[in-house]
């Protein structure tokens, strides 16, 4: 939680920089720190690079949470859109059956009409 964070860095550098290193895998880092070794690093360059790139790798995994978290609202505001144009479909449609019982309705009263007239017409 943020409030752990902050009560652990305590705004110094060296608090934020052992909040990280505590959430590193120290296996990464030892790893690391014989890689660079290997390579001719002195062991301070050496921890200082497996920090670095541990890191960098806490940061990656923090993005790729972040692109997920992206996803999934994605995934949410595209249901609720589809879901939004399927009540629109739904009233419009409902709204077509309407206008089509009305138009029956009118053709219906014009065809009386056109009987009444015609009965008028012909004396019956």
């Known amino acids: 939680a943020p409030e752990?964070?902050?009560?652990?860095?305590?705004?110094s550098k060296e608090g934020i920089l052992r909040h990280m290193l505590d959430n590193l895998d120290s296996s990464v880092v030892q790893a690391a720190v014989d890689a660079a070794v290997?390579?001719?690093?002195?062991?301070?360059?050496?921890?200082?690079?497996?920090?670095?790139?541990?890191?960098?790798?806490?940061?990656?995994?923090?993005?790729?949470k972040q692109e997920q978290d992206a996803n999934v609202l994605h995934q949410e505001i595209?249901?609720?859109?589809c879901?939004?144009?399927?009540?629109?479909?739904?009233?419009?449609?409902d709204m077509?059956?309407?206008?089509?019982?009305?138009r029956r309705s009118l053709l219906m009263e014009r065809r009386d009409s056109y009987y009444k007239r015609c009965r008028y017409w012909l004396g019956d």
């Not at 752990?4 to 705004?11: F, L, Q």
């Not at 690093?41 to 790798?57: L, N, Q, R, S, T």
């Not at 879901?83 to 449609?93: E, G, I, S, V």
């Open 4 to 11: 752990d964070v902050a009560k652990k860095t305590e705004g």
């Open 38 to 64: 290997r390579q001719g690093a002195d062991i301070v360059d050496a921890k200082k690079a497996a920090v670095v790139g541990g890191v960098a790798g806490m940061a990656a995994a923090a993005a790729r």
């Open 78 to 81: 595209l249901d609720l859109q």
């Open 83 to 93: 879901k939004k144009w399927a009540a629109k479909h739904q009233r419009l449609t």
């Open 96 to 102: 077509e059956e309407v206008l089509e019982a009305e």
